[in-house]
């Protein structure tokens, strides 16, 4: 059974650091896009990053561009988003997706899904 973790997640202040760490169990995450999105209360789900599997071409969204770092080591079978200069409107439940061989800020598109790691930035 397929089964992606999250972890990572927490408080943290503004400007500051979180790295959060997406691995996979009885699925090789190397053949496959990765996708990062994150959802806050009343909002729509949001892409935020993805990494593909072919070339490890990456994308970011303008929210978060210059700010995170999507990466993966395939010998840990793990996609790592590193976060820096956290501002409060990041503070979401973030979520890793794979499944798909084509990378997509498309949400629909994945067909495994993490169970969410709370991101919550404040003063």
């Known amino acids: 059974q397929v089964q992606l973790v999250e972890s990572g997640g927490g408080s943290v202040q503004p400007g500051g650091s979180l790295r959060l760490s997406c691995a996979a169990s009885?699925?090789?995450?190397?053949?496959?896009?990765i996708g990062w999105f994150r959802q806050a209360p009343g909002k729509e789900r949001e892409g935020v990053s993805y990494i593909s599997s072919s070339d490890g071409n990456t994308y970011y969204a303008d929210s978060v561009k210059g700010r995170f770092t999507i990466s993966r080591d395939n010998a840990k079978n793990t996609v790592y988003l590193q976060m820096n200069s956290l501002k409060p409107e990041d503070s979401a439940v973030y979520y890793c997706?794979?499944?798909?061989?084509?990378?997509?800020?498309?949400?629909?598109?994945?067909?495994?899904w993490g169970q969410g790691t709370q991101v919550t930035v404040s003063s």
């Open positions: 997706a794979t499944g798909n061989s084509i990378a997509t800020m498309i949400w629909n598109e994945y067909e495994y």
């Open positions: 009885e699925f090789t995450l190397a053949r496959y896009a």
